[in-house]
């Protein structure tokens, strides 16, 4: 998933579960290569660093990753990476993501979209009264 600043989804990809995360980042950003010309910095987890080269090769873009302080053993609050995980949470909210019900990756990806799309609406105009899910 690739997400803005203020946890709005750009892109979505959604694989089988034996796909590593970092595997799975290559066709989710091709998604987006020459759609979004003000992207410039991309941050990301650890598990990312190694493809930061194909991201600058192929998307011409600077790949950051978040990594956590060596010296802790304890949870800790990482910059940036609290927005895509916030956005997990509330896409968790909804039922229908709250568990995997669905045998059909595109049809995950559209019950994400069109939970992303119920909260921004809400968001919008929050006395609307309809539910989704």
Not at 42 to 48: H, L, V
Not at 105 to 124: C, F, G, K, N, V
């Amino acid at each position: 998933m690739l997400v803005d600043t203020l946890g709005l989804i750009w892109a979505l990809v959604v694989l089988p579960a034996d796909v590593q995360d970092r595997d799975a980042a290559k066709p989710l950003l091709n998604t987006v290569r020459g759609r979004l010309p003000r992207l410039s910095v991309i941050w990301a987890d650890g598990a990312y660093a190694a493809i930061t080269d194909w991201v600058q090769r192929h998307c011409h873009w600077l790949l950051t990753t978040i990594l956590k302080p060596v010296h802790l053993h304890r949870f800790v609050v990482l910059p940036k990476r609290w927005i895509v995980e916030r956005t997990f949470a509330w896409l968790g909210r909804y039922r229908r993501l709250s568990k995997d019900y669905e045998c059909n990756p595109r049809s995950s990806e559209a019950w994400i979209y069109l939970s992303m799309i119920h909260r921004m609406t809400r968001r919008m105009m929050p006395n609307l009264s309809f539910y989704v899910g």
